[in-house]
Antibody, heavy 121, light 106 residues
Framework: QLQLRESGPGLVQPSETLSLTCTVS??????????WAWIRQTPGEGLQWIGH???????TYNPSLRSRVTMSVDTSKNQFSLRLTSVAAADTAVYYC?????????????WGQGTLVTVSS | DIQLTQSPSSLSASIGDRVTMSCRSS??????LNWYQQKPGTAPHLLVF???SLESGVPSRFSGSGSGTDFNLTISSLQPEDFATYYC?????????FGRGTRLEI
């Protein structure tokens, strides 16, 4: 059974860099069938797709965040990661990683449990 | 970006009721529209994909309909475990966007 789990600091200083890792278990990242996505959720903005990455390292980002986002994969550890630079209070959110499936329509399933990241000094 | 507008934002119903909630797209999403259920403190869970296809393991009381700009999610007979927030999501064009949700309450 595929499971995803986010990890990383729960508190980040303003203007610093947010770094999160998603560990995948129960299946390999190295598959042509799926991408791997990051999504965040805030009470104010709701759910926002941050971007996705293929196991080769090819990534697509949300244009609203593109200048600050970098995603990467580590196939040896079956992990993929998110870096968001120059964070501000508006980046405070629950961050989820998810498998991006292409079953006719691009869907996100399953999701990790989510991790709350607070941007504050 | 494609904007998704969900209505109503909240909905009160009772066990056994039939409920329908709406998702309207700012431009055609064809049938590239998915529905998720989220309960407090947990991640969203996929219910319906490609507008009308039920995800494996999802009870048959859930159904999706629509195409283009207007989509619906219907629950035919509400069960206690169905009280949650429901989100639509389009995958017609990136960035993939979500609606703001319909909260289903007792």
């Amino acid at each position: 059974q595929l499971q995803l789990r986010e990890s990383g600091p729960g508190l980040v200083q303003p203007s610093e860099t947010l770094s999160l890792t998603c560990t995948v278990s129960g299946d390999s990242l190295i598959t042509p069938s799926y991408y791997w996505a990051w999504i965040r959720q805030t009470p104010g903005e709701g759910l926002q797709w941050i971007g996705h990455i293929f196991y080769t390292g090819s990534a697509t980002y949300n244009p609203s965040l593109r200048s600050r986002v970098t995603m990467s994969v580590d196939t040896s550890k079956n992990q993929f990661s998110l870096r968001l630079t120059s964070v501000a209070a508006a980046d405070t959110a629950v961050y989820y990683c998810a498998r991006d499936s292409r079953k006719v329509s691009i869907t996100f399933d399953p999701w990790g449990q989510g991790t709350l990241v607070t941007v504050s000094s | 970006d494609i904007q998704l507008t969900q209505s109503p934002s909240s909905l009160s119903a009772s066990i056994g009721d039939r409920v329908t909630m709406s998702c309207r797209s700012s431009q055609s999403s064809s049938t590239f529209l998915n529905w998720y259920q989220q309960k407090p403190g947990t991640a969203p869970h996929l219910l319906v994909f490609a507008a009308v296809s039920l995800e494996s393991g999802v009870p048959s009381r859930f159904s999706g309909s629509g195409s283009g700009t207007d989509f619906n999610l219907t629950i035919s007979s509400l069960q206690p475990e169905d009280f949650a927030t429901y989100y639509c999501q389009q995958s017609y064009s990136p960035p993939y966007t979500f609606g703001r949700g319909t909260r289903l309450e007792i």
